[in-house]
């Protein structure tokens, strides 16, 4: 059984930084892509940046250049490195694992930028 488990949310100033982490319980970590997503209150869930086993990414157009997705096999997370936060970043972000036909979601943590 898989579990995603979030932290590092909060809420931070324009132009500051945050960290998220996602805890993943299970076997397949190494072997699954794992991607962060956001929805923000009135808009679809997106997309925010995704890692795959090899360690290739792939991010949003919103966020390029601003966050960096890294993840550590050995400890089963994945972390989102958040810089020149803007307020239209506020959101709940997901962590989710995909392994073939099958995704797992974390319960989300609130990302507010605001000053």
């Known amino acids: 059984q898989v579990q995603l488990v979030e932290s590092g949310g909060g809420l931070v100033q324009p132009g500051g930084s945050l960290r998220l982490s996602c805890a993943a319980s299970g076997s397949i970590f190494s072997i699954a892509v794992m991607g962060w997503y956001r929805q923000a209150p009135g808009k679809q869930r997106e997309l925010v940046a995704r890692?795959?086993?090899?360690?290739?990414?792939a991010y949003g157009d919103s966020v390029k250049g601003r966050f960096t997705i890294s993840r550590d096999n050995a400890k089963n997370t994945v972390d989102l490195q958040m810089n020149s936060l803007k307020p239209e970043d506020t959101a709940v972000y997901y962590c989710?694992?995909?392994?073939?036909?099958?995704?797992?979601w974390g319960q989300g943590t609130q990302v507010t930028v605001s000053s």
């Open positions: 890692i795959t086993s090899s360690g290739s990414t």
């Open positions: 989710n694992q995909k392994f073939r036909a099958f995704d797992w």
